[in-house]
């Protein structure tokens, strides 16, 4: 059974930062794609970033490329968002995802999700 806890949310003011953190209880979790998606009301669940098994590889939808890192401890199976300059729009809930073997954009291809953590910032 995977499970996938994430913490770290909370409020902070518009151009602050916030650290995420995704506690993931998978078998071999250096094996599987890793990645953020955030969900605002009345919308679709959106890609933020996803990164490879290695960690060398990673990818960011355009809103969050430069502002926000994606890492990973395969020894510790911890997925990281570090989150700066953030903006109201920025406002979701964040899920962390995982996937047995690549990362990649879409949320279709993601098998496993945590709950979710509330961000919010306010201008």
């Known amino acids: 059974q995977v499970h996938l806890v994430e913490s770290g949310g909370g409020l902070v003011q518009s151009g602050g930062s916030l650290s995420l953190s995704c506690a993931a209880s998978?078998?071999?979790?250096?094996?599987?794609?890793m990645a953020w998606f955030r969900q605002s009301p009345g919308k679709e669940r959106e890609f933020v970033a996803a990164?490879?098994?290695?960690?060398?590889?990673?990818y960011y939808a355009p809103s969050a490329k430069g502002r926000f890192t994606i890492s990973r401890d395969n020894d510790k199976n911890m997925v990281f968002l570090k989150m700066n300059e953030l903006k109201p729009e920025d406002t979701a809930v964040y899920y962390c995802?995982?996937?047995?073997?690549?990362?990649?954009?879409?949320?279709?291809?993601?098998?496993?999700w945590g709950q979710g953590t509330q961000v919010t910032v306010s201008s």
């Open positions: 995802a995982a996937q047995d073997g690549g990362a990649t954009i879409n949320a279709a291809d993601y098998e496993y």
């Open positions: 998978i078998r071999r979790a250096g094996s599987y794609g």
């Open positions: 990164i490879r098994w290695s960690g060398f590889t990673t």
